[in-house]
């Protein structure tokens, strides 16, 4: 028997709609096999707790995280209390605090999922972005001076490591090595910024002379976002500082459809900490409470997570499942459909019980 133990943390808005829905498909899988457990412990950390509380989780939750096996997150984001105060109290101490320094965030059309970009077929775009998680431009490092004079001046630091910049690039190309294209876009801005981003240049450069195998090419990330739309087939593996790749990857997902099905994964590398998975998107305020959530990026991350737990059998069942549901035109309004959460999470359920995967 392989037992897991899972951290859950819906936190807000939506989160705990595609979470709860996730739990689901998780004890479905469980009861596809013989030798799998999951035991889900739930959080209620988020904008609730911080209104009861005055912090986002408490001060030993990473502790308290710890030992777990793998943390699934929901979204965070309160109409209420400022975002940054959402996202640093909660996510990006995670993040940090456990060293998941590499956000991988797959991005492919799946069946039966029209994509935005005019005659973009489901093998057109197939992409891999990996996003540098614990550095670059929100390192948090900065401040204000004379707030609210007109002198006043305010600083958004960048911190670039060799250590740091080194790491993701060999992350990167270790997963572009697995691909069946072996095809690494590096991207940066480094005709404008001429320090950290060159510094990035040169990295790549030389960590590149360890895959001989992988096919390589950099680019500016404002060409990047024409090269992602008119030429999606030239891509495959992508890696881009925090920021870049944060915007990218808003733009992946909404080539692929929707923010709804674009999931993440935020790893620790070398397994010193549990790692967490969710779905790119925030806590979707306009649709909380209406039961239209789309669960599909929840349900890819759980893959994601399996997947990293080594269990590749149940990922894959997973993800066929969610592509026979997609396939069927079992849709959220997001993606042109009319089917609810429920009715989504139903259907991939039965996938799951039925799957000869
Ligand atoms: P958002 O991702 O919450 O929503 C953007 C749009 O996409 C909305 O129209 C929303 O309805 C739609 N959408 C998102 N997920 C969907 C899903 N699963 N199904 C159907 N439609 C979906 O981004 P936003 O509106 O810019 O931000 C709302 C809040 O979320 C803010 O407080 C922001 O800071 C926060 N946020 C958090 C995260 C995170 O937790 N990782 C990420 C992005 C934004
Ligand atoms: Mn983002």
Redesign the pocket.
């Given at each position: 028997m392989r037992e897991f133990a899972i951290a859950a943390i819906p936190a807000d808005?939506?989160g705990p709609e595609?979470v709860d829905a996730s739990l689901e498909v998780l004890q479905a899988l469980e009861e596809r096999s013989d030798d799998l457990r999951f035991k889900v412990t739930s959080f209620d950390w988020g904008s609730d707790y911080y209104r009861k509380h005055g912090v986002m989780m408490p001060d030993d939750g990473l502790k308290q995280l710890k030992g777990f096996d793998s943390i699934l997150f929901g979204?965070?984001?309160?109409q209420q209390v400022p975002?940054h105060v959402?996202?640093w109290g909660l996510?990006l101490q995670i993040c940090q605090g456990f060293d998941q320094y590499a956000n991988v965030r797959p991005t492919r059309i799946l069946p039966g999922i029209q994509s935005p970009l005019r005659n973009c077929k489901p093998g057109n775009l197939d992409w891999i972005i990996i996003r540098e998680n614990s550095e670059g431009e929100y390192s948090g490092v900065g401040g204000r001076a004379h707030r609210g004079h007109p002198e006043e001046v305010a600083t958004e630091v960048s911190i670039f490591t060799r250590t740091g910049v080194e790491r993701i690039m060999r992350y990167a190309f270790e997963v572009a090595a697995t691909r069946p294209r072996k095809l690494l876009t590096v991207v940066t801005k480094s005709n404008a910024q001429k320090h950290g981003m060159v510094m990035w240049d040169e990295i790549a450069e030389e960590v590149s002379k360890d895959y001989p195998d992988v096919r390589w090419d950099k680019m500016l990330v404002d060409a990047m976002t024409v090269r992602m739309t008119l030429k999606p087939e030239s891509l495959d593996t992508i890696v881009a500082t925090n920021l870049h790749a944060d915007i990218l990857s808003d733009l992946a997902g909404a080539l692929a459809g929707?923010?709804?099905v674009a999931p993440t994964a935020n790893i620790d590398p070398e397994r010193r900490f549990p790692s967490m998975f969710?779905?790119?998107?925030?806590?979707?305020?306009?649709?909380t409470g209406k039961g239209?959530?789309?669960?599909v990026?929840s349900f890819w991350s759980t893959a994601q997570m399996l997947d990293h737990l080594k269990e590749t059998k149940a990922a894959a069942r997973l993800m066929s499942a969610i592509e026979r549901t997609t396939a069927a035109g079992i849709l959220?309004p997001?993606v042109g459909g009319d089917a609810r959460t429920k009715d989504v999470t139903r259907a991939v359920v039965d996938a799951i019980r039925t799957s000869n995967v």
């Open positions: 808005g939506i595609v979204a965070v984001g309160d975002d959402t996202l996510r929707s923010l709804g969710e779905p790119i998107h925030g806590s979707a305020f306009d649709i239209i959530a789309n669960p990026a959220t997001d």
